[in-house]
């Protein structure tokens, strides 16, 4: 079993900087693909950024490229994302994914498990 559990939300200025963390509480990480979505109030869970079990590739949404860096230690189990440049568009529910490669980490069906949720605001 692997339980991503999220944390490092909260609200913050446009133009401010959050650092999101997953932690895996049960198994490794270790070999798992994992991905960051978000979900915002009526609107559908959309895919924003994924890193290999390695750490050697990366994948972002069109939005988040340039602003955004996933990384992992799989030294400590965990999997951040650092969100610069926050917009408030960025507002949402921000979820933390693990599945077995970085193509099928991008796809909700595909996910193995998921996190919980955290919540990000960026207030104007």
């Known amino acids: 079993q692997v339980q991503p559990v999220e944390s490092g939300g909260g609200l913050v200025q446009a133009g401010g900087s959050l650092r999101l963390s997953c932690a895996a509480s049960?198994?490794?990480?270790?070999?798992?693909?994992v991905g960051w979505f978000r979900q915002a109030p009526g609107k559908e869970r959309e895919f924003v950024a994924a890193?290999?079990?390695?750490?050697?590739?990366?994948s972002y949404v069109d939005s988040g490229k340039g602003r955004f860096i996933v990384s992992r230690d799989n030294a400590k189990n965990t999997v951040y994302l650092q969100m610069n440049s926050l917009k408030p568009e960025d507002t949402a529910i921000y979820y933390c994914?693990?599945?077995?490669?970085?193509?099928?980490?991008?796809?909700?069906?595909?996910?193995?498990?998921w996190g919980q949720g955290n919540q990000v605001t960026v207030s104007s």
């Open positions: 890193i290999s079990w390695s750490g050697g590739s990366t």
């Open positions: 049960g198994r490794t990480f270790s070999n798992y693909a």
């Open positions: 994914a693990a599945s077995g490669s970085l193509l099928r980490v991008r796809v909700p069906a595909a996910i193995d498990y």
